[in-house]
């Protein structure tokens, strides 16, 4: 099962090495990780979905990760409210005949199309991953060439924010 993370570690070179590199020696395959500066400038804050077979390795990923010096603080999102977003670049095959059939969809799934060239079409969206997944599968028809995804990030819904978790 996939498991969504919000780790608070301290904002110092290495540390996302650290996390990273003490998930995979523990043979867990982590599916999307970000980080980013949080509300306070010491603070980094970063996302993990991290695939585990059951509730007893998601506690002995939690318990090493506490053990690093770096880590502040770490929720598990997974059965919190949240609100869980990723952003994708998706560039598709564009020809005069089919363009106007590619803004249709880009308008239904709510898209954006940040840049335009003779025979492609840069779409950027937002959302959840099944939305993604879902606009990529529309467009497999017209030729995607490449694509870029962020990653997961989430916040927990409400005033109570992660660190006082």
């Known amino acids: 099962m996939k498991y969504t993370l919000a780790v608070l570690a301290e904002n110092r070179p290495g540390v996302l090495t650290h996390i990273s590199g003490l998930i995979s020696r523990r043979a867990f395959n982590i599916e999307s990780i970000t980080a980013g500066p949080s509300e306070e400038a010491e603070t980094?804050?970063?996302t993990i979905d991290v695939e585990v077979d059951d509730e007893i390795e998601l506690e002995q990923v939690v318990n090493q990760l506490?053990?690093?010096?770096?880590?502040?603080?770490?929720?598990?999102?997974?059965h919190e409210d949240s609100i869980q977003r990723e952003l994708a670049l998706i560039k598709v095959r564009a020809s005069k005949e089919n363009r106007s059939d590619l803004v249709d969809i880009v308008e239904i799934f709510r898209a954006k199309i940040v840049d335009v060239n003779r025979e492609t079409v840069v779409i950027e969206l937002t959302g959840e991953e099944s939305k993604i997944n879902a606009l990529c599968e529309v467009?497999?028809?017209?030729?995607?060439t490449e694509i870029v995804r962020t990653g997961k990030i989430a916040l927990a819904r409400g005033p109570v924010p992660a660190k006082a978790m």
């Open 139 to 144: 467009l497999v028809d017209f030729g995607i």
């Open 44 to 46: 980094t804050r970063i």
């Open 66 to 78: 506490a053990k690093l010096i770096d880590v502040i603080k770490i929720v598990n999102l997974t």
